[in-house]
Nanobody, 115 residues
Framework: QVQLVESGGGLVQPGGSLRLSCAAS????????MGWYRQAPGKQRELVAL???????GYADSVKGRFTISRDNAKSTVYLQMNSLKPEDTAVYYC?????????WGQGTQVTVSS
């Protein structure tokens, strides 16, 4: 059974940093593309960052230069380092695993950026 468990969310002031983690189980992690998405209240879920099985990365324009996605295949974990956070980054952040068009989602972790 595939399971993705996110952690690391919380409340942070503007300009602060957080690191999200997503631990995977039940899959051959190294063969999956991984991604982080977010959904703010009243908005559609959007892609934040992705990392392929070959560790090629991609980012939404809104987070380029501030967020960094990485993976540790030995720990079956993908990370999202978020720096220079803004109030508009407030959302529930979801981890996603994809292989051959089959997608699995985590339960999400709340990130709130507020003073």
């Amino acid at each position: 059974q595939v399971q993705l468990v996110e952690s690391g969310g919380g409340l942070v002031q503007p300009g602060g940093s957080l690191r999200l983690s997503c631990a995977a189980s039940g899959i051959v992690f190294s063969s999956y593309g991984m991604g982080w998405y977010r959904q703010a209240p009243g908005k559609q879920r959007e892609l934040v960052a992705l990392i392929t099985r070959y560790s090629t990365t991609g980012y939404a324009d809104s987070v380029k230069g501030r967020f960094t996605i990485s993976r540790d295949n030995a720990k079956s974990t993908v990370y999202l380092q978020m720096n220079s956070l803004k109030p508009e980054d407030t959302a529930v952040y979801y981890c996603n695993a994809n292989r051959g068009g089959v997608t699995t989602w985590g339960q999400g972790t709340q990130v709130t950026v507020s003073s």
